[in-house]
């Protein structure tokens, strides 16, 4: 009596490759462009920013697409989420400055300066980059 083909090792070893290749990419590596850590310390007139957010838009302007990144500034220091940074190129950063309630006095700090924009060139790779909230960026306190 004759194996029927179906039965045979062979055949079942190239079902299996056929199904990995077909559900192997799925789900698994990294897809789209490789994004990098970044971090470091946000000041207004020499001081940390106490709370607030920084973002990072790539400048389609000046030819770069992608994803961008947000990242929150505590006591002056912001980090972006790994995996979650930017790509390198030239790119829009916005600076908020979020006042905090003072629960105890009931009163909210006031706001240190409008929104604050600036163009940069990042690198492609981890790094730091400091930002310094220029004067004109200023409102009334």
């Not at 990242?71 to 940074?85: K, L, N, P, S």
């Amino acid at each position: 009596m004759k194996t029927p083909p179906h039965a045979e090792p062979a055949f079942f070893m190239l079902i299996a490759a056929m199904a990995a290749s077909v559900v192997g990419p799925i789900g698994c590596g990294n897809s789209g462009p490789s994004r990098f850590q970044l971090s470091g310390c946000v000041q207004y007139e020499g001081k940390p920013v106490p709370f607030g957010e920084i973002s990072f838009q790539p400048d389609a302007s000046q030819g770069n697409q992608g994803p961008g990144s947000t990242a929150r500034i505590e006591d002056g220091r912001y980090v972006t989420q790994a995996g979650q940074g930017v790509q390198g190129g030239p790119y829009v950063v916005r600076i908020l400055h979020i006042p905090r309630e003072n629960e105890r006095a009931g009163t909210i700090e006031p706001l240190w300066f409008s929104p604050f924009e600036t163009k940069v060139d990042l690198p492609a790779e981890e790094g730091t980059r400091d930002f310094e909230v220029a004067r004109q960026g200023a409102a009334k306190r």
